[in-house]
């Protein structure tokens, strides 16, 4: 079965400084990995996504993961955290057991403070 | 490019009552899904549409939900009777084709059940 952990419900982070969101995953078949954010009073928004190539993955908004195979992480990062970026942020894997299900983690809370 | 549509925003109903949700998907998408999010869980796919058929529903409460997509384009999913478990945000999203991994979500329809 196809699953993702977020050990963190929260991270906070002081503006300005580099952030790192957490996740690992577990997978029967390729790992087909993704990032979404949800806003206040919003939609989920997808950020990125990893398919296949090369460990480094560029998303929206400055924000991008690295897919290491050895850990089974795909942590979210961004080198300079700005207030605007505090959400609520998801990771998710492709379920291989039904076509284009998506399973979510359970979330992180990104807190930036000024 | 209009985002997806959701309404009611909100819902307050009593335990043994009916409700409907509906969802109006981007113009164009052939994939639509509907998720119920709980407080401090990630989202779970209760449905999932390829234009009118259902592709997935394993996880669908059928004693109780239901779900249409007539015309391949605005779908309601319906809760009868409710229990007090069902509070949650039911999100419906939408992507451009069966293995899209990219969705648009709307933002979602707040439940309250007393």
């Known amino acids: 079965a196809q699953s993702v952990a977020q050990p963190e419900d929260q991270v906070n982070v002081a503006e300005g400084n580099p952030l790192t969101v957490k996740c690992t995953y577990s997978v029967s078949g390729n790992p087909y990995l993704f990032w979404y954010v949800q806003y206040p009073n919003r939609g989920l928004q997808f950020l990125l996504k990893y398919i296949t190539g090369d460990n480094l993955v560029k998303g929206s908004y400055g924000f991008e993961a690295e897919f290491n195979k050895s850990q089974t992480s795909f942590h979210l990062k961004k080198p300079s955290a700005l207030v605007s970026d505090s959400a609520l942020y998801f990771c998710?894997?492709?379920?291989?057991?039904?076509?284009?299900?998506?399973?979510f983690g359970s979330g992180t809370r990104l807190s930036i403070r000024p | 490019e209009a985002g997806v549509a959701q309404s009611p925003r909100y819902k307050i109903i009593e335990k043994r009552q009916s409700v409907a949700f509906w969802c109006n998907p981007i113009s164009g998408h052939a994939t639509l899904y509907w998720y119920q999010q709980i407080l401090g869980q990630g989202p779970k796919l209760l449905i999932q549409f390829q234009n009118n058929g259902v592709v997935d529903d394993s996880q669908l409460p059928k004693d109780r939900f239901s779900a249409e997509r007539l015309k391949g384009v605005d779908s309601t999913l319906k809760i009868q009777p409710a229990k007090l478990e069902d509070s949650a945000v039911y999100l419906c999203?939408?992507?451009?084709?069966?293995?899209?991994?990219?969705?648009?979500f709307g933002p979602g329809t707040r439940l309250t059940v007393t």
């Open positions: 998710a894997v492709r379920d291989w057991s039904s076509a284009s299900k998506i399973i």
């Open positions: 999203a939408s992507s451009l084709q069966r293995d899209a991994y990219e969705q648009y």
